[in-house]
């Protein structure tokens, strides 16, 4: 029997968005009304629109969140952004890990372990980040790559509550190119076994999130998968229809 547990979609949108973009997040938060009931919703732009994202979605269902955060609470490090600071500016989620900060900022396991624990200590929901090259994926290592990345970045004693994993094969991110169905379903299983295995009970009730590449013309698939619990969405975020009709789907 399928696991009940409450989807999350949220939207990742990189180094996209100025002012006039908050017309986007208005926009979602409005038709959010709509499924508030049935899932969580969940928009992170840059750090320059934090603080006015989440004034233009107070009082609704949407929350706001930050695509990063410092390894460290305060202190003499120049651009770093502390959890701390993204709750000061309204945020509730921070994605740690995402592959284009591991490969293209040399991040580990290790520093994106401690983002997470700097996260929950703040109250933040942390949205870890897990996924293969496709050198790895042609290699047959993905579930290797996985495993090391879940046991390495994935503090201690994670409460379902405050931490979230999110699988995206890094081949498939921006490329418009997702694995089949089957071969999301396979490792969306072997995750969950996985963290299983790190945290006991805890895991059966971790919700996993399928990212790369996920649009509105292929959700509904993807939200029918067992042990998918919703979708790390990138550019199909950026626009509140496109993003609403992933939201539908879960």
Known sequence: MRQQIRPLVAGNWKMN???????????????????????DALICPPATLLAAASAKTAGTALAIGAQDCSTETHGAYTGDVSAAMVVDSGGSAVIVGHSERRQGRGETSADVKRKAERAV?????????IGETEQEMLDGRTEEVLLRQLQE??????????????????????????????????LHAFIRRSVIDLLGDEGRK?????GGSVKADNAAEIAAIEDVNGALVGGASLKSGDFLGIIKAF
């Open 121 to 129: 200590e703040a109250g933040l929901q942390a949205i870890i980040c």
């Open 153 to 186: 970045s994935v503090p201690a004693g994670s409460q379902a509550v405050a931490v979230v994993i999110a699988y995206e094969p890094v081949w498939a991110i921006g490329t418009g190119r997702t694995p089949s169905i089957d071969n999301i379903a396979k």
């Open 17 to 39: 968005g100025l002012g006039p973009s908050l017309s986007e997040i208005a926009l979602i938060a409005e038709g959010l009304s709509d499924h508030q009931h049935r899932l």
């Open 206 to 210: 971790l919700r996993l999130l399928y």
